[in-house]
């Protein structure tokens, strides 16, 4: 390569090319961490273009929902044996695909971006038990309504009420098809005379009711939001700070009130483990605190798995800094028995509760008032694992069941001699399981940090073996040519 070049000059070449990577290893272990910090940053960070931004604006991560009926199977059976128990058949699953999309965005000066949420979902019958035609009894949830609003109406209007009761309602739904009861909706007259009762508490949007009429599409029925990017600092990434304009819901008191957490797809990238983790779903209003339980591992992915725990839906009967879940005066809480949360400020006033399927975690006697239930905990547990140092969700089983409270009403025939139960309406399942694809590209994010690392040793290395072969060489040569000539030899 240099053949021409003095001795001189190949021992400066070699000792210079030495001491540039051993500065260059050094220079590397020394600016690598901010370097590598400020690259996972870029891509982290929700803005234009970076990869995390892609993966928000629509969910890459192949998502599924879960629906399960509860088929009551012996309602006449109660008129006959007031000690009877309503007793359920579980139907299911019914399997959607679910996608989220992030639609209407405006950036913030405040490092905020403000957005709605478009869902999408599409019926695949290879993946469900049944199909959408499938028969559902189980109670009349717009009757149910009607009277639990009018409930405490004047006395003498109470007959002409459950005139309109009778004539138009029912106790029950007989063989509903799922269909109707999921995105079709089911059409009553009573929905028009609660539309029209002047109630503050009471503000019905839709003309028919199903669990997801008017949701399928749609960019507002989630609300808006307002989320935290990460631009400055990727710790607080994901949090949202306001819901439909505010960061308070308005539905509850102190802490419970305030709008918490993440919409549970991104969460703050950390270099530390959280002991909890607290995400925010719309669908109830509320946010939900998942503990830290024990380490897992996907396509050699480290990370930590969150559940819900007893914690979630007490309302201050095992856990007092939970009582402002109550909604009751504060001296009459808590007015639940722990394990179901009333739902009923995020439902339109209706007497709605959410709990973990099959009253799993709740107090017994939810349970006991019914049959057919089985609660377990590897059907019915609530939980996400993350990669903390990157916040990528690694598996998601979100669970929750709606319940609607049946209890005697004075005044309506349908109400005067029913027990006093939660009746398990439906429940639901969201999974998500990261894919290996993406999981390759979370690799390449958590090897950063090392990587400069692992380079800088290389070139330290190469450098130091070329300064020790140099040195070796040099000596060696300095021995030979100083070497002391014997004297006979000098004088010949």
Same mark, same amino acid.
């Given at each position: 390569?240099?053949?021409?070049?003095?001795?001189?000059?190949?021992? #400066?070449?070699?000792?210079? +090319?030495?001491?540039?990577?051993?500065?260059?290893?050094?220079?590397?272990?020394?600016?690598?961490?901010?370097?590598?910090?400020?690259?996972?940053?870029?891509?982290?960070? =929700?803005?234009?273009?970076?990869?995390?931004?892609?993966?928000? =604006?629509?969910?890459?991560?192949?998502?599924?929902? /879960?629906?399960?009926?509860?088929?009551?199977?012996?309602?006449?059976?109660?008129?006959?044996?007031?000690?009877? $128990?309503?007793? #359920?058949?579980?139907?299911?699953?019914?399997?959607?695909?679910?996608?989220?999309?992030?639609?209407?965005? =405006?950036?913030?000066?405040?490092?905020?971006?403000?957005?709605?949420?478009?869902?999408?979902?599409?019926?695949?019958?290879?993946?469900?038990?049944?199909?959408?035609?499938?028969?559902?009894?189980?109670?009349?949830?717009? !009757?149910?309504?009607?009277?639990?609003?009018?409930?405490?109406?004047?006395?003498?209007? $109470?007959?002409?009420?459950?005139?309109?009761?009778?004539?138009?309602?029912?106790?029950?739904?007989?063989?509903?098809?799922?269909?109707?009861?999921?995105?079709?909706?089911?059409?009553?007259?009573?929905?028009?005379? @609660?539309?029209?009762?002047?109630?503050?508490?009471?503000?019905?949007?839709?003309?028919?009711?199903?669990?997801?009429?008017?949701?399928?599409?749609?960019?507002?029925?989630?609300? !808006?939001?307002?989320?935290? !990017?990460?631009?400055?600092?990727?710790?607080?990434?994901?949090?949202?700070?306001?819901?439909?304009?505010?960061?308070?819901?308005?539905?509850?008191?102190?802490? +419970?009130?305030?709008?918490?957490?993440?919409?549970?797809?991104?969460?703050?990238?950390?270099?530390?483990?959280?002991?909890? =983790?607290?995400?925010?779903? *719309?669908?109830?209003?509320?946010?939900? !605190? @998942?503990?830290?339980?024990?380490?897992?591992?996907?396509?050699?992915?480290?990370?930590?798995?969150?559940?819900?725990?007893?914690?979630?839906?007490?309302?201050?009967? $095992?856990?007092?800094?939970?009582?402002?879940?109550?909604?009751?005066?504060?001296?009459?809480?808590?007015?639940?028995?722990?394990?179901?949360?009333?739902?009923?400020?995020?439902?339109?006033? *209706?007497?709605? #509760?959410?709990?973990?399927?099959?009253?799993?975690?709740?107090? $017994?006697?939810?349970?006991?008032?019914? &049959?057919?239930?089985?609660?377990?905990?590897?059907?019915?547990?609530?939980?996400?694992?993350? /990669?903390?140092?990157?916040?990528?969700?690694?598996?998601?089983?979100?669970?929750?069941?709606?319940?609607?409270?049946?209890?005697?009403?004075?005044? %309506?025939? %349908?109400?005067?001699?029913?027990?006093?139960?939660?009746?398990?309406?439906?429940?639901?399942?969201?999974?998500?399981?990261? &894919?290996?694809?993406?999981?390759?590209?979370?690799?390449?994010?958590?090897?950063?940090?090392?990587?400069?690392?692992?380079?800088?040793?290389?070139?330290?290395?190469?450098?130091?073996?070329?300064?020790?072969?140099?040195?070796?060489?040099?000596?060696?040569?300095?021995?030979?040519?100083?070497?002391?000539?014997?004297?006979?030899?000098?004088?010949?």
């Amino acid at each position: 390569m240099c053949s021409t070049c003095t001795d001189f000059q190949k021992k #400066f070449i070699s000792l210079g +090319c030495s001491a540039f990577l051993i500065l260059l290893a050094i220079a590397l272990g020394v600016l690598w961490p901010s370097m590598s910090e400020q690259v996972l940053h870029n891509k982290l960070v =929700i803005k234009n273009g970076s990869s995390n931004y892609d993966n928000w =604006i629509r969910t890459p991560i192949p998502m599924y929902l /879960e629906v399960y009926f509860f088929n009551w199977t012996n309602p006449d059976e109660l008129k006959s044996n007031r000690s009877a $128990k309503p007793h #359920f058949v579980e139907m299911g699953p019914y399997t959607f695909s679910e996608v989220h999309e992030r639609v209407n965005l =405006i950036w913030n000066d405040n490092n905020t971006v403000t957005y709605e949420q478009r869902r999408t979902w599409h019926f695949i019958p290879e993946l469900s038990k049944g199909t959408l035609d499938d028969q559902v009894t189980n109670l009349n949830v717009i !009757t149910l309504n009607a009277a639990n609003f009018l409930r405490n109406t004047y006395s003498l209007l $109470k007959p002409i009420i459950d005139l309109f009761l009778k004539a138009d309602g029912s106790l029950l739904w007989k063989n509903k098809p799922v269909r109707e009861l999921l995105f079709e909706g089911v059409k009553d007259p009573l929905l028009d005379l @609660l539309k029209t009762i002047n109630s503050t508490e009471l503000n019905i949007p839709f003309d028919k009711f199903g669990w997801f009429v008017g949701r399928n599409l749609s960019d507002t029925f989630d609300g !808006t939001f307002t989320m935290k !990017t990460g631009a400055d600092g990727l710790a607080g990434m994901g949090f949202l700070t306001q819901w439909n304009g505010s960061p308070n819901t308005g539905m509850y008191r102190g802490k +419970c009130g305030q709008v918490y957490g993440t919409s549970g797809e991104l969460w703050p990238a950390t270099s530390y483990v959280p002991p909890n =983790i607290t995400l925010f779903p *719309s669908d109830i209003c509320r946010s939900i !605190t @998942l503990q830290g339980t024990e380490q897992v591992s996907l396509y050699n992915i480290q990370g930590v798995k969150y559940v819900g725990d007893d914690r979630v839906f007490d309302n201050g009967v $095992k856990y007092p800094e939970a009582s402002c879940w109550c909604n009751a005066n504060p001296a009459k809480c808590p007015d639940l028995k722990p394990g179901v949360f009333n739902a009923s400020a995020c439902k339109y006033g *209706s007497p709605t #509760f959410v709990s973990f399927p099959h009253f799993y975690l709740a107090d $017994k006697s939810y349970q006991t008032a019914v &049959t057919g239930l089985r609660p377990n905990q590897t059907e019915h547990e609530f939980y996400m694992a993350i /990669e903390p140092s990157t916040g990528i969700p690694l598996d998601v089983r979100a669970q929750l069941q709606i319940n609607e409270h049946l209890r005697p009403i004075k005044g %309506f025939s %349908f109400y005067e001699h029913v027990p006093d139960v939660m009746v398990p309406m439906i429940w639901f399942r969201q999974r998500a399981t990261l &894919t290996q694809e993406l999981a390759e590209q979370a690799k390449l994010a958590l090897a950063l940090p090392s990587l400069g690392i692992y380079v800088a040793v290389f070139f330290g290395s190469i450098g130091i073996i070329m300064t020790s072969v140099f040195l070796f060489c040099s000596i060696k040569k300095w021995s030979q040519n100083t070497e002391q000539v014997p004297y006979e030899e000098l004088q010949n």
